[in-house]
Nanobody
Framework: QVQLVESGGGLVQAGGSLRLSCAAS????????MGWFRQAPGTEREFVAA???????YYADSVKGRFTVSRDNAKIMVHLQMNSLKPEDTAVYYC?????????????????WGRGTQVTVSS
C-alpha cells in the first residue's frame, strides 16, 4: 500500500515562493510517476505537474516557468517549488502516485493520493 504525506503549505503574499514536499512510503515507489494536483473551493481538481522516476517532467500551462517539480528517489520524496505565486494559485495541493509509470495529467489515472496541504496566496 502506498502512503503519501504532503507538507510545506501556508500563507504567502503574491509574488512570493513556497516549497511543497511529499513523503512516500510503500513498495517499488522509485519507479512511479509522482504528480501534484490542486483544488480550489467550488472547482474540480486540476493537474499541476508530474515527474517520472527517471526525470522527465510535465507541467500545466498555468504554472510553466513558475513551478518546478523534482524528486529524490533515494528518499522517496517529491517536491514542488512554487515561485511568483499568484492569488489564483490558492488551493489545496495534493500529491499523487501513478503506479504504472505513465507521465499523465489525468487525475483518474493516479492510484494513490495524499490528504493535501493548503496554499493561500494573498493579493
Amino acid at each position: 500500500q502506498v502512503q503519501l504525506v504532503e507538507s510545506g503549505g501556508g500563507l504567502v503574499q503574491a509574488g512570493g515562493s513556497l516549497r511543497l514536499s511529499c513523503a512516500a512510503s510503500g513498495r517499488a515507489l522509485r519507479t512511479y510517476v509522482m504528480g501534484w494536483f490542486r483544488q480550489a473551493p467550488g472547482t474540480e481538481r486540476e493537474f499541476v505537474a508530474a515527474v517520472a522516476w527517471n526525470g522527465p517532467t510535465y507541467y500545466a500551462d498555468s504554472v510553466k516557468g513558475r513551478f518546478t517539480v523534482s524528486r529524490d528517489n533515494a528518499k522517496i520524496m517529491v517536491h514542488l517549488q512554487m515561485n511568483s505565486l499568484k492569488p489564483e494559485d490558492t488551493a489545496v495541493y495534493y500529491c499523487a502516485a501513478e503506479l504504472s509509470g505513465w507521465l499523465t495529467s489525468l487525475s483518474n489515472e493516479y492510484d494513490a493520493w495524499g490528504r493535501g496541504t493548503q496554499v493561500t496566496v494573498s493579493s
